[in-house]
């Protein structure tokens, strides 16, 4: 089986109800989107969890480098006005 | 009467479980993680429409048994399920491929079934459509991608249509409960459906390059309980607890 091509990755991100936004759900193999959206529904799906899904191909992705993570991440540390933590949120907003 | 609509309730429900069978056999073993759990969840969509008809096969009988008892307590003469669902998973060619030459006939069968007198039997078609109508996607889908996909699967993909194709014409079969069911508007008169079921069939195998075999010679008896030789070991399998340990429960 040496000749054997793996299909491609893809990402998939699941919206779990309207309102809300769609949310990486993990990674599948597939051959092309529409493959990947009908395996998507089938492997992330299949309990009911959402009402949209997308896919994109994981090369297409591009991420930070973990290299990075201190000048990137760190100043954020430090600085807590930053957060809307002095605001009293009422228990009927969900989500924030 | 009320023999005509058992009879004629299992004719339906036996071609989902069998099939069912096959596809859950699957679990562990599709060739791909993905499509693994799309046979399995093509087989519990089965199952879970079995267990419909099957409750309402055990209400009309009237005595105490139960769904499990029809599913499990049959000898295999008594099963009514055409003889296409229970052909082996040869390999993944045949698996699809019976799947679809299944799902196009299932597809058109729930449809009109919808318009049935019985309002169980109509609700119930409802309620499954939407899950066929997804499996007939998927099964058309992979027909095209091997079809029009290198020369090998090509091939294989040719080899089990024309393999599965003697099978089709017993879908259009009807029995003596089907005449009963038809003439008080409660069953589905298969007969009309033949026409259509080729013309889907024969478009979907054209896009993917496949031919559509010549065969004029067609296999049947699964209806009336004359099975292939390969429904003996479906249900060895299927019903080996039960055999094993007699009204096991858990």
Same mark, same amino acid.
């Given at each position: 089986m040496s000749t054997k091509k793996n299909w491609p990755l893809w990402e998939v991100f699941v919206r779990?109800? +309207? #309102?809300l936004e769609h949310r990486h759900f993990g990674s599948l193999h597939a051959a092309d989107a529409e493959m990947a959206l009908e395996n998507a529904r089938d492997v992330?799906?299949?309990? +009911?969890? #959402? *009402?949209s899904i997308w896919v994109v191909e994981s090369k297409d992705i591009t991420a930070s480098n973990p290299e990075n993570n201190g000048e990137l %991440?760190?100043?954020?540390?430090?600085? *807590?006005?930053?957060?809307?933590? %002095?605001y009293d949120l009422p228990d009927e907003v969900k989500h924030m | 009467m009320k023999n005509n609509l058992y009879k004629y309730i299992l004719g339906i429900a036996d071609n989902s479980l069998i099939l069912g069978q096959r596809m859950g056999s699957l679990t562990g073993h599709g060739p791909s993680l993905e499509t693994d759990i799309a046979c399995t969840n093509i087989s519990l969509d089965l199952f879970g429409q079995v267990r419909s008809y099957y409750q309402y096969a055990a209400k009309i009988a009237?005595?105490? $048994?139960t769904e499990d008892d029809i599913a499990?307590? $049959?000898?295999? $003469?008594?099963y009514l399920n055409v003889l296409l669902v229970e052909?082996?998973?040869?390999d993944f060619a045949y698996i699809i491929a019976r799947q679809f030459l299944f799902d196009v006939y299932h597809f058109m069968f729930l449809t009109e079934l919808q318009?049935?007198?019985?309002v169980t039997l109509s609700a119930i078609a409802t309620k499954s459509i939407k899950e066929v109508s997804y499996h007939q996607r998927f099964s058309s889908d992979w027909i095209k991608r091997l079809g029009d996909g290198t020369e090998l699967s090509k091939a294989k993909m040719q080899e089990a249509i024309n393999g599965l194709w003697?099978?089709?014409?017993?879908?259009f079969h009807q029995t003596e409960a089907d005449k009963a069911m038809v003439a008080q508007s409660i069953?589905?008169?298969?007969t009309k459906l033949k026409e259509g079921y080729y013309e889907v069939v024969n478009t979907i195998l054209n896009e993917s390059t496949l031919e559509v075999p010549e065969s004029k010679w067609f296999q049947k008896g699964g209806k009336v309980?004359?099975?292939?030789?390969h429904l003996g070991y479906l249900l060895s399998d299927l019903q080996f607890m039960q055999r094993t340990y007699p009204n096991m429960d858990w």
């Amino acid at each position: 089986m040496s000749t054997k091509k793996n299909w491609p990755l893809w990402e998939v991100f699941v919206r779990s109800k +309207n #309102g809300l936004e769609h949310r990486h759900f993990g990674s599948l193999h597939a051959a092309d989107a529409e493959m990947a959206l009908e395996n998507a529904r089938d492997v992330y799906t299949r309990r +009911n969890e #959402g *009402v949209s899904i997308w896919v994109v191909e994981s090369k297409d992705i591009t991420a930070s480098n973990p290299e990075n993570n201190g000048e990137l %991440f760190e100043p954020a540390q430090d600085k *807590v006005y930053r957060h809307p933590t %002095f605001y009293d949120l009422p228990d009927e907003v969900k989500h924030m | 009467m009320k023999n005509n609509l058992y009879k004629y309730i299992l004719g339906i429900a036996d071609n989902s479980l069998i099939l069912g069978q096959r596809m859950g056999s699957l679990t562990g073993h599709g060739p791909s993680l993905e499509t693994d759990i799309a046979c399995t969840n093509i087989s519990l969509d089965l199952f879970g429409q079995v267990r419909s008809y099957y409750q309402y096969a055990a209400k009309i009988a009237g005595d105490n $048994r139960t769904e499990d008892d029809i599913a499990m307590l $049959r000898k295999e $003469r008594e099963y009514l399920n055409v003889l296409l669902v229970e052909q082996p998973n040869t390999d993944f060619a045949y698996i699809i491929a019976r799947q679809f030459l299944f799902d196009v006939y299932h597809f058109m069968f729930l449809t009109e079934l919808q318009k049935s007198h019985d309002v169980t039997l109509s609700a119930i078609a409802t309620k499954s459509i939407k899950e066929v109508s997804y499996h007939q996607r998927f099964s058309s889908d992979w027909i095209k991608r091997l079809g029009d996909g290198t020369e090998l699967s090509k091939a294989k993909m040719q080899e089990a249509i024309n393999g599965l194709w003697t099978y089709t014409d017993e879908l259009f079969h009807q029995t003596e409960a089907d005449k009963a069911m038809v003439a008080q508007s409660i069953g589905v008169d298969v007969t009309k459906l033949k026409e259509g079921y080729y013309e889907v069939v024969n478009t979907i195998l054209n896009e993917s390059t496949l031919e559509v075999p010549e065969s004029k010679w067609f296999q049947k008896g699964g209806k009336v309980g004359i099975h292939t030789e390969h429904l003996g070991y479906l249900l060895s399998d299927l019903q080996f607890m039960q055999r094993t340990y007699p009204n096991m429960d858990w």
